[in-house]
Nanobody
């Protein structure tokens, strides 16, 4: 069973940037499609961005298109989420999730989750 560990969260001012990392504990990381989700305070978890096994296809929520970029380095077993032009509504716990093989969509079949990392965007 692959394990995922997120890092890179923190407190940032509006307009600033953060880069989140998701590192997996498996040698077969290149076989997993990976996505980022987030859960704002008091709200349900929502899809943010996803990337296929070899990085040839990505998908983004409309709310982050043009601001966030997902990428991966399979040699480092790591997926990144570069977040630019952050706004207070981006404040959430961000989770990394993975599924073996498959495409990013549908997003309701990601079965492996990390513990989350907190992002707070101040005004």
């Amino acid at each position: 069973q692959v394990q995922l560990v997120e890092s890179g969260g923190g407190l940032v001012q509006a307009g600033g940037s953060l880069r989140l990392s998701c590192t997996a504990s498996t040698r077969t990381f290149s076989a997993y499609t990976v996505a980022w989700f987030r859960q704002p305070p008091g709200k349900e978890r929502e899809f943010v961005a996803g990337i296929t096994r070899n990085g040839d296809s990505t998908d983004y929520a409309d709310s982050v298109k043009g601001r966030f970029t997902i990428s991966r380095d399979n040699a480092k077993n790591t997926v990144y989420l570069q977040m630019n032009s952050l706004v207070p509504v981006d404040t959430s716990v961000y989770y990394c999730a993975a599924k073996f093989w498959g495409r990013v969509q549908p997003v309701n079949d990601f079965r492996t989750w990390g513990q989350g990392t907190q992002v707070i965007v101040s005004t």
